[in-house]
């Protein structure tokens, strides 16, 4: 795909005063949203005909911050390259009207017929799909050492020309020799002070376990049925288990879907708590959707 450099300063501007509009109203109202994540969404750009996605990344006071989750992006990027072709990515920041400096990420849209979401809709489920096998390679090569990981969830590909193509880079997953997940410059700065050490360890947690392969391939297989197509679990689940000594199988993905459900429940609580400090106590805009990505709702 040739991709053009598709929004100036200026459109990156309106759809940010959208996005703080959205935010102050809890309203998705004059945004495309695309898809709903964890903690933000994915907005296609411009209104008619769209044919870039925008995503924000995390905003903090200082510009450094924006500049450091760049570097990180950069550097996952150049991580994964060898293994997984990685979508066409810019890195942009603005400087919003209450002068914060608002990082984002803007990629082509691919059509809804080369994401790997719609492919496994229409497709028949095998574990030789030619999709199967290239994340069940991809998982595996970019694992090896241990220095970077996927976010493996099939909705995170599209399929272009008998490729994957990665393009969930928010959140990269990259880890030290010994294991441990990098820090995420900016995040933990913006919490309340108590809830800190809690939310941490568990991000921590969450990152150090996403470094392993058995993990990763467990992800990718918890996000078949989020997306309706359990019929592609048992498929997966085969191509997956040919590379685990401690096979994944379906109950085990099916269990780990509930208490996803409710871990995700207790930290969206605490996110509501953090918002509520921050525009309360410190009198200041809470920049973080959040977001139900089961019902698709902001709360
Ligand atoms: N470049 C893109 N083209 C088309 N759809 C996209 C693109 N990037 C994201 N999306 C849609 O938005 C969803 C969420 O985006 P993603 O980058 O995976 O962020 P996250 O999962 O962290 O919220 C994707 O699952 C996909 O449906
Ligand atoms: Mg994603």
Redesign the pocket.
């Known amino acids: 795909m040739t991709y053009e450099p598709s929004l100036s300063d200026e459109e990156l501007k309106e759809l940010d005063r959208r996005i703080a509009k959205a935010l102050r109203e809890r309203s998705v109202e004059g945004l495309q949203v695309?898809?709903?994540?964890?903690a933000?969404l994915?907005l296609a750009w411009p209104d008619d005909q769209p044919t870039a996605?925008v995503?924000r990344l995390w905003v903090s006071d200082s510009a450094a911050d924006a500049q450091a989750q760049f570097k990180r992006i950069r550097e996952y990027i150049s991580r994964l390259a060898p293994f997984v072709e990685i979508?066409p990515t810019e890195l942009r920041a603005i400087v919003a009207d209450s002068g914060r400096t608002i990082p984002f990420i803007v990629?082509?849209?691919?059509p809804k017929e080369q994401?790997v979401?719609h492919v496994l809709e229409v497709d028949e489920p095998s574990s030789d799909h030619p999709i199967v096998t290239s994340l069940t390679e991809a998982i595996v090569l970019s694992g090896a050492d241990g220095r970077q990981a996927l976010d493996g969830q099939f909705?995170?590909f599209?399929w272009v020309e008998n490729k994957l193509v990665f393009?969930?880079l928010?959140?990269p997953f990259m880890y030290d020799e010994n294991g441990n997940a990098e820090d995420v410059p900016g995040v933990l700065d913006s919490l309340p002070t108590i809830l800190r050490p809690v939310l941490r360890k568990q991000i921590q947690g969450t990152m150090n376990r996403l470094g392993g392969k058995r993990y990763t391939f467990r992800q990718a297989a918890i996000s078949l049925p989020r997306i309706g197509q359990d019929r592609w679990l048992v498929p997966a689940l085969n191509a997956f288990n040919e590379h685990l000594d401690d096979p994944l199988t379906v109950e085990e993905i099916h269990t780990r879907i509930s208490r996803m459900y409710r871990e995700l429940k207790v930290m969206k609580s605490l996110m509501r708590v953090q918002r509520a400090w921050a525009v309360g106590v410190r009198r200041r805009p809470y920049e973080t959707f959040i977001t139900d990505s089961f019902t698709g709702e902001l709360t």
């Open positions: 695309l898809g709903m994540g964890e933000g994915a996605v995503k979508a990629q082509p849209l691919y994401l979401e909705t995170n599209a393009f969930d928010g959140s």
